[in-house]
């Protein structure tokens, strides 16, 4: 009993000491984010001067070329372009469409055509509609009743889920496969009520895949706002014989090159072992990309800076990567994660902001249980800063490839009620950015970042 005793006398110092330089380090990262940050001031460039980057797009190379150079001037170890290709689509000319309930008698409804859609015909399309709730029900359908017809997928977002994303993957089913399945009966059409919590004129775009199907059975799909699809649900209660019109003149184009654009401070003891932080670079091209996700991507920048300006020295490769394509193809992730296996990397954690710029509750980690003990304990040293989510879940779509049973992957959690009410439409934009939630985000992430580093996944600590 006296040897423990002694023991525990002897390394308590010790402990008491390393939970403050803990907290002090922490504190240091906080302060410089939100007193001398770059966030905010990269997201302005990005938003402001350069605007929406879908991938393929002058924009999206214009960024590559901006964020690889403010990288430069951070003084990294090293700063590279790795090349991927992406697929190259365009929106066109804006859409336009309407719902006719008589000869000449129109009401316009707001339209914009989702991510990989093929045009209308030439001078648009007229038919008549038939709604359903969302791919379940459409399949129920026979050929006959939905052939020649637009269809109009009609699933709301859940309202009752508290956590938005649950809410968003509940009805995304109906966007990304809805003109596929649509297609396989014969419809002439697709129209998707936007994924949205509230109600607006704003329709809001994403991907959408056609699977298999041939060319020729291809047909339009477009997303129409919250109060339009409550609109011509009503009217077709009403009189389901009403037809709808739209018109929409985007193209497909051959894959074009782009890049990942990647930074690293080089490990002083274990530069084999890698901590990755990003975001994705590309956007859709309705706003200017500010949350999604132009704020992971600053805030993922920040993270190196904020190390280097706090003074601390990583044991660890710290890198930070720009992803290319996450929106349409996630062909920036698989490319790095391909590359990343052919030379043999070590990735220890993977953390990735893609949720917008909103204040930050904490993080979901994907990993063992040992390993989620540890992180835990680390759990104690965020909540002065009102950080509480520590959760198993999700981490991001671009660090997904990279898992493997041994890569811790994370992600970063912001308050999510307000996320949808932006995500892929016209007012993702910069000045629906709050800074200090912004650089909050940012310090967040260092933190998290600076313990992995410091203690790695094996030697467990208290906070």
């Excluded at 129920?140 to 993957?169: C, D, H, R, W």
């Excluded at 800074?435 to 310090?443: F, Q, S």
């Amino acid at each position: 009993m006296k040897r423990s005793l002694v023991l525990f006398l002897l390394l308590s110092p010790l402990f008491m000491w390393g939970q403050t330089s803990d907290a002090q380090q922490l504190k240091s990262i906080y302060e410089q984010s939100l007193t001398n940050g770059k966030s905010y001031d990269w997201l302005d460039y990005l938003s402001n001067q350069i605007g929406g980057r879908l991938s393929g797009s002058l924009n999206a190379e214009r960024a590559v070329r901006y964020t690889k150079k403010e990288l430069e001037a951070l003084g990294l170890d090293k700063v590279w372009l790795q090349p991927v290709m992406v697929p190259k689509w365009t929106r066109g000319v804006k859409e336009y469409a309407y719902i006719e309930s008589a000869p000449g008698k129109i009401t316009p409804v707001n339209i914009c055509a989702l991510g990989g859609s093929v045009a209308t015909p030439e001078g648009g399309l007229r038919s008549g509609i038939i709604e359903v709730n969302g791919i379940a029900e459409l399949q129920t359908l026979s050929k006959e009743q939905v052939e020649g017809k637009i269809v109009f997928l009609n699933e709301a977002m859940e309202p009752t889920y508290i956590n938005t994303f649950k809410a968003y993957s509940g009805c995304a089913n109906q966007r990304y496969a809805g003109a596929m399945e649509a297609g396989k009966l014969g419809a002439s059409g697709v129209i998707v009520r936007s994924l949205n919590l509230r109600l607006d004129d704003l329709p809001h775009t994403g991907s959408m895949s056609y699977g298999d199907l041939p060319e020729a059975d291809r047909i339009p799909a477009a997303a129409i706002s919250t109060k339009d699809a409550e609109l011509l649900s009503t009217m077709i209660k009403l009189d389901p014989t009403i037809s709808f019109y739209f018109s929409q003149k985007c193209r497909v184009f051959p894959d074009v090159q782009s890049y990942n654009v990647i930074g690293e401070i080089t490990g002083s003891e274990y530069p084999d072992e890698i901590i990755t932080v990003g975001g994705h670079l590309d956007s859709w091209d309705l706003g200017d990309g500010a949350h999604d996700d132009g704020a992971g991507c600053v805030q993922s920048m920040e993270v190196l800076r904020l190390l280097k300006e706090t003074g601390y020295t990583p044991k660890r490769t710290i890198r930070v990567v720009l992803f290319m394509n996450e929106e349409n193809g996630l062909r920036g992730a698989r490319k790095y994660a391909e590359v990343a296996e052919q030379k043999g990397e070590k990735h220890l954690f993977a953390l990735e902001s893609d949720s917008g710029g909103f204040t930050p509750r904490g993080f979901s980690f994907e990993c063992r249980d040992d390993q989620f003990e540890q992180v835990l304990s680390w759990k104690p040293l965020f909540e002065p800063y009102l950080i509480h989510l520590f959760d198993r879940g999700g981490s991001g779509a671009d660090v997904g490839p990279l898992k493997n049973g041994e890569t811790v992957l994370a992600g970063l959690r912001p308050d999510t009620q307000r996320y949808f009410d932006h995500h892929h439409a016209a007012n993702d934009t910069f000045e629906h950015v709050n800074k200090r939630e912004l650089e909050l985000g940012a310090a967040t992430m260092t933190a998290l970042i600076y313990l992995v580093d410091k203690y790695g996944f094996g030697k467990k600590v208290k906070g």
